[in-house]
């Protein structure tokens, strides 16, 4: 991803550091050294989410959904930030051979699906999981 940077601009590379937290939890679950360097940088690279297929709608939305919020409200709390780069899992429109940068319109809000997972049972949220995903 970065080759190029790193062949004509190794120094830069030194100031990129990965963070390995828990987006499943409030401020990622970082300890107050950790959150002391993210809260001092510019950028954010958001690539943590569920890649299973399998899995169903409830824990997808508690990983990706919640997930990505807790990123977003992190970044919020950067004073210098400028961008955030949110990489969506690998699985994304694969019956597209081209996928065009674009926001796409959803009729639910995230909030409210994150809101139905934290209190809706596991059969709850299945039984609904065709209608929220709009499949057949």
């Given amino acids: 991803m970065f080759q ?43 690539a943590a989410a569920s890649l299973k297929l399998e899995a169903t709608l409830k824990p997808n939305i508690l990983m990706n959904l919640t997930g990505t919020k807790h990123v977003i409200d992190v970044a919020k709390m950067m004073p210098n930030h400028v961008l955030t780069v949110h990489f969506s899992t690998g699985f994304c429109c694969c019956d597209v051979e081209i996928l065009d940068e674009k926001i796409e319109e959803w009729p639910d809000k995230p909030e409210d699906l994150i809101r139905c997972a934290e209190w809706m049972s596991e059969e709850a949220m299945a039984a609904m999981q065709k209608s929220v995903l709009r499949t057949q």
């Fill in 4 to 46: 190029r940077i790193l062949n004509e601009k190794p120094s830069v590379m030194r100031k990129i550091f990965a963070v390995y937290g828990d987006i499943t939890l409030p401020n990622l679950g970082l300890n107050e050294k950790h959150m002391k360097k993210v809260l001092e940088s510019h950028i954010v690279f958001h």
